[in-house]
């Protein structure tokens, strides 16, 4: 997962997931490893009840078979002793059966690989007693020899129990040791038994018979001094009454007598061989009884010890699972908290860097007081690191409005100024003007008239800039009428403020006139247009003006014949002349088109520019019905379609000794000089 380019969000979730997902993974491993040693012990005890049962059982029935067996060898010709061997063998192969289905069964799968083998072992070894019952039956053995060969078909079953305690824990593994090492010292017990029958039975009584039911007496005698001691109370205290019990004492009082004979055949004499087999007999189901109720107290005890993991893995598990909740809890509350505070202050930045900011600058742009307090309020998100961040953002927003506050009283005051100048320098040339004007009527002289025309019409144009500083720094020119002017009159009076005013063919206009409060305001728009039209056309062209009553007020067009614009250079110009911008001072080149869609917009005129049938570019001005107004009588001017004082030749004087610019004199005044008609 890359979290480089992630949201801090998922890096915060991220962060609290890595030790939530590590303590998950240390509590799901301490639980698996606490219940899985009580499935372990549960999964033994059943184990070993389907399975140590009866091989104990088999083990039982083997002992008794080896007894008789000896018997049956050592006292051939007594009495029912080859149908007491029938009957130890079909009891043998009853649960040796038993066993064998128990080995095939669907309990199998729970035993390892050490009991499997272990199992397989004692499986095989009975698989000898077939040929070991032949040769009993043949006679074709000693006694000895046969007590010899049933030990070792018995001697698998010993490493088969052991086999079950290396799976064990806790103190279990040392009660099953000494369990098994007793019901080892009782298979020895049965050895002695089985061995002091032959003994008994036998007419002279070797040394190797005599060291055969010696060497059993010794090992059980030894196992039985040791593992006593090393059992449990009240285990032990059982143990311990047993071996004070009759049978006891009379196997061991006849075992000090068997060992006191000098000679093997005073066996004979000194053992009684009534009082043998009853005490032995006896002895060995009172041992058979104790070891099967150890075993029992064995298997509580691993029950007992598996419920107690059972009860500790679930303590501790559910105590581990309350502790993952709450740290889950915990990191959630922390985490939200912390993603709610990044996010507040993310949203906060992005309203300030958004809205806040542009709504601060568009107001200082149009002039509107601010309240640093109300649009540029601090931001609240805490009071930690994140509210560190956030003081910063406040000194930063502080900084960026006050700023923007100085830049715009900065720009304020530049405009005062240009607009104190402007309107100074619009005062000396309207002075100027009159004096021009009195010059004119007072003079005769062809030349020096058409000097003062060519100073004349300079020094309009020169009051026509003055006013669009004015208009650029927010301001008005100054000049206004009381009375509407035919729209003509104003066509020529802007026509007059242009410097290739020669050029410029005005066709035959309509008898509508305009407001008074507009007259200045449309003729510097047009002139600006005109201008523009002229200016970028070949000066042999000539710039057509002319206009008619539309459906929505009234319509004027400027048609040039020049190189013409790009598709997207008119929509970008277009798009300039519609919606409001913000003055470039960069910009100069289109100072005109900036000037020209501050008066648009001031009196709701539509502009735009459009491609020219002559390759040029047309201007179309939309005059609103709200700004026209009827004016009484003829269209004032010279023949259609020429401009007055335009008729002679370009450049030179007009006929009748009037200019241009002598005529929108009359027209166009100065607030609080002479007015023209009209005015």
């Not at 927010?474 to 410097?499: F, H, N």
């Not at 003729?523 to 206009?547: I, K, R």
Request: hydrophobic share 45%.
């Amino acid at each position: 997962m890359r979290l480089r380019s992630s949201s801090i969000r998922a890096k915060i979730i991220a962060l609290l997931l890595v030790p939530i997902v590590a303590l998950v993974g240390l509590w799901a491993y301490a639980t698996l490893v606490t219940t899985g040693d009580f499935w372990n012990q549960f999964t033994l005890a059943s184990t070993y009840k389907a399975f140590g049962q009866p091989v104990d059982q088999v083990v039982r029935d083997l002992q008794n078979e080896r007894e008789a067996a000896v018997v049956r060898l050592a006292r051939s010709r007594a009495q029912g002793v080859q149908d007491d061997y029938l009957k130890a063998q079909q009891a043998t192969d009853q649960d040796a059966l038993i066993l064998q289905r128990a080995a095939v069964g669907q309990d199998t799968g729970k035993l390892d690989a050490s009991q499997r083998a272990r199992l397989q072992e004692l499986l095989k070894s009975l698989g000898q007693l077939a040929q070991l019952r032949q040769q009993v039956d043949q006679e074709s053995l000693s006694w000895q020899f046969t007590l010899t060969r049933y030990n070792e078909v018995i001697a698998p079953s010993f490493p088969f129990r052991s086999s079950f305690l290396t799976r064990q824990s806790g103190q279990l593994p040392r009660q099953g040791t000494i369990l098994i090492e007793l019901a080892r010292a009782r298979d020895y017990l049965a050895q002695e038994d089985a061995a002091m029958e032959g003994v008994l039975g036998s007419d002279n009584p070797g040394v190797l018979q005599y060291q055969a039911v010696l060497d059993p007496m010794h090992h059980q005698q030894a196992l039985f001094s040791v593992y006593i001691g090393e059992l449990d109370e009240p285990d032990q205290s059982e143990y311990q009454a047993l071996q004070g019990s009759d049978a006891w004492g009379a196997v061991a009082v006849m075992e000090r007598e068997y060992q006191a004979s000098d000679n093997p055949a005073d066996v004979l004499h000194s053992i009684n061989e009534a009082r043998w087999h009853s005490s032995a007999d006896q002895l060995l189901d009172q041992l058979t009884a104790e070891n099967t109720k150890l075993a029992g107290a064995l298997g509580d005890r691993a029950r007992s010890y598996a419920m107690g993991l059972l009860w500790r893995g679930l303590t501790a598990g559910g105590i581990g699972l309350v502790a993952i909740v709450l740290s889950v809890v915990i990191s959630l509350r922390i985490g939200r908290g912390l993603v709610r505070e990044l996010v507040n202050l993310r949203n906060t930045a992005h309203e300030l860097a958004e809205r806040r900011l542009p709504s601060v600058m568009r107001l200082l742009r149009e002039g509107q007081p601010v309240d640093i307090a109300v649009e540029a309020p601090e931001l609240e998100v805490g009071a930690a690191e994140i509210g560190q961040v956030g003081r910063a953002f406040n000194a930063v927003q502080r900084t960026a409005v006050q700023a923007a506050i100085e830049q715009a009283e900065l720009r304020r005051g530049i405009s005062a100024v240009f607009v104190n100048l402007a309107r100074r320098s619009q005062v000396l040339l309207h002075r100027q003007l009159t004096l021009l004007d009195t010059m004119e009527r007072r003079t005769e002289d062809p030349a020096e008239l058409e000097d003062l025309f060519k100073l004349d019409h300079l020094t309009t144009r020169m009051r026509r800039h003055a006013e669009g500083l004015i208009i650029l720094s927010g301001g008005s020119p100054g000049r206004a009428w009381r009375k509407p002017v035919r729209l003509v009159d104003v066509v020529r009076a802007a026509v007059g403020e242009v410097e290739d005013y020669a050029r410029v063919i005005v066709r035959p206009f309509p008898s509508t006139g305009l407001l008074g409060s507009a007259v200045a305001d449309v003729t510097h728009l047009v002139a600006e247009l005109v201008e523009n039209a002229a200016v970028f056309s070949p000066p042999q062209t000539q710039v057509t003006v002319q206009g008619e009553v539309v459906a929505h007020g009234f319509a004027l067009e400027i048609d040039d014949r020049g190189l013409g614009l790009s598709e997207q250079a008119l929509a970008e110009i277009n798009q300039r002349l519609e919606v409001e911008q913000p003055f470039d001072l960069a910009d100069t080149d289109r100072l005109g088109l900036f000037v020209v869609s501050r008066l648009a917009r001031r009196h709701g005129i539509r502009v735009s520019l459009r491609a020219s049938a002559y390759g040029g570019t047309t201007a179309v001005v939309l005059i609103p019905r709200e700004l026209l107004a009827e004016v009484p009588g003829p269209v004032a001017g010279a023949a259609p379609g020429v401009v007055p004082g335009a008729a002679g030749a370009p450049g030179g004087p007009p006929a009748g000794g009037r200019a241009p610019g002598g005529r929108q004199r009359e027209l166009v005044a100065v607030a609080g000089g002479a007015a023209g008609p009209g005015g």
